[in-house]
């Protein structure tokens, strides 16, 4: 009796590597050119670096573009202006959404089959989100002028009382509220520290 068994074939397309060629890769190699779209971009976009550089092929992957930051001095200066302007943009938006009412009200039929207007509060709930996470961003990136706390600096020195009547007469009445404020609560921090001893 003969052997009627085929041999094995091998099979296809396992252990041939067939080699695509390779594209065009991300840019890695710092220009101003380059450094200036990026900081374009950043700043006239609400999304993330990482989403810029996702969807902008021709530019560098994010973790380039933060060692750009770290060791150019002029990149540091651009990104910087470049996440204060996304600032300014965080903070325009949030008007824009909260004058946004055109899905305020949704159409309801009440169980007789009459129709009403109520508010959609899926929608007012996610813009009340959405201006709140701008509103938040825009804080951090330009706390200056966004953020919650007023802070005065001054470099005049404070020697004697006159000193402090003369810069207390150049403060706004806003300041001088902080300071009366800022020193009522020390005073209870101290009452509360003496009475605890």
């Known amino acids: 009796m003969k052997n009627t068994k085929k041999p094995a074939k091998k099979p296809r397309g396992k252990g041939r ?21 990026i900081c374009d971009a950043i700043a006239g976009s609400e999304k993330s670096l990482d989403t810029i550089c996702r969807k902008n092929l021709d530019f560098p992957k994010e973790r380039t573009i933060r060692t750009w930051r770290r060791e150019k001095k002029d990149f540091q200066h651009m990104y910087a202006l470049a996440k204060e302007d996304q600032g300014d943009l965080y ?68 020697k004697t009382a006159q000193d402090i009547i003369s810069i207390y007469k150049t403060m706004t009445e806003e300041e001088r509220l902080l300071i009366i404020d800022a020193l009522s609560k020390a005073e209870n921090v101290e009452e509360e520290t003496t009475e605890s001893t």
């Open 17 to 37: 590597r067939t080699k695509k060629p390779r594209g065009k890769g991300r840019p890695t190699l710092y220009t101003l050119e380059m450094a200036e779209k």
């Open 91 to 158: 903070a325009e938006k949030t008007i824009e959404i909260a004058d946004d009412s055109k899905h305020d009200t949704i159409i309801k039929t009440d169980r007789h089959g009459n129709e009403y207007e109520a508010e959609n509060h899926e929608w007012v709930n996610r813009s009340r989100l959405r201006v709140q996470a701008r509103q938040w961003a825009a804080a951090r990136l330009r706390p200056k002028v966004y953020g919650d706390k007023i802070q005065t600096e001054t470099t005049q020195s404070i």
